[in-house]
């Protein structure tokens, strides 16, 4: 099945930088890697996803790029302001539906 | 319009006790799925539904059941509840199905679980 590894597992920025969290994944036959958000006690919610066929995709100040031949795909997140404080997921869609990563924290600082 | 509703939102059990997960969407999603989510471990895949009437094991499968009732409701049984079994439960649906054109999921509010 599809292996799914995020980095890191925690990331500080300061208030205004940009923030970057990396996944590999594992599985080929990948098609489709959303990245999700999640608020302390909520559930994860949609932010962005991109699909194989595409290599880079944004939203305001969200992006997210996909390295097929190198199995790899990003989250870039510009200008960081408080509210983009919580834990990032990335996913990859296998034959067994969605892979999780583990998480990253993002904290941003005043 | 209210997505994915998951029933309870927070249980106590006692080592042994049985109990059932109910989740139920509005959206007319075909795939429906089971995760848990623990402390540094993500959200890790119990159970999954392509249609009405298929389930297929996930990742962590032991200890649990599933049944799909009909196309608007994924329900997780736990037969006899373990201390290992503590962790938020998140039911989730998807427009396509896996196999053939995945979506994003949605996601229930979560039933936080504790075995005592």
């Known amino acids: 099945g599809e292996n799914v590894e995020q980095h890191p597992s925690t990331l500080s920025v300061q208030e205004g930088d940009s923030a970057v969290i990396k996944c590999t994944y594992s599985?080929?036959?990948?098609?489709?890697f959303p990245w999700y958000k999640q608020e302390l006690g909520k559930r994860p919610q949609l932010i962005i996803d991109i699909r194989s066929n595409v290599g880079e995709k944004k939203d305001q100040r969200i992006a997210v790029t996909l390295n097929k031949t190198a199995k790899h795909f990003s989250l870039h997140i510009t200008e960081t302001q408080p509210e983009d404080s919580a834990v990032y997921f990335c996913a990859g869609g296998g034959a067994d539906g969605l892979t999780f990563g583990k998480g990253t924290h993002l904290i941003i600082q005043p | 319009n209210a997505g994915v509703t998951q029933t309870p939102k927070f249980q106590v059990l006692k080592t042994g006790q049985s109990m059932t997960l109910q989740c139920a969407q509005d959206?007319?999603?075909?795939?429906m799925y089971w995760y848990r989510q623990d402390p540094g471990m993500g959200l890790r895949l119990i159970y999954y539904?392509?249609?009405?009437?298929?389930?297929d094991k996930g990742e962590v499968p032991n200890g649990y059941n599933v049944s799909r009732l009909n196309k608007r409701e994924f329900s997780l049984r736990l037969e006899s509840a373990a201390p290992s079994q503590t962790s938020v439960y998140f039911c989730a649906s998807s427009r396509g199905t896996y196999r053939d054109s995945p979506y994003g999921y949605t996601f229930g509010s979560g039933t936080r679980l504790t075995v005592v």
């Open positions: 539904s392509a249609s009405e009437g298929t389930t």
């Open positions: 959206m007319n999603h075909n795939s």
């Open positions: 599985d080929s036959a990948s098609n489709y």
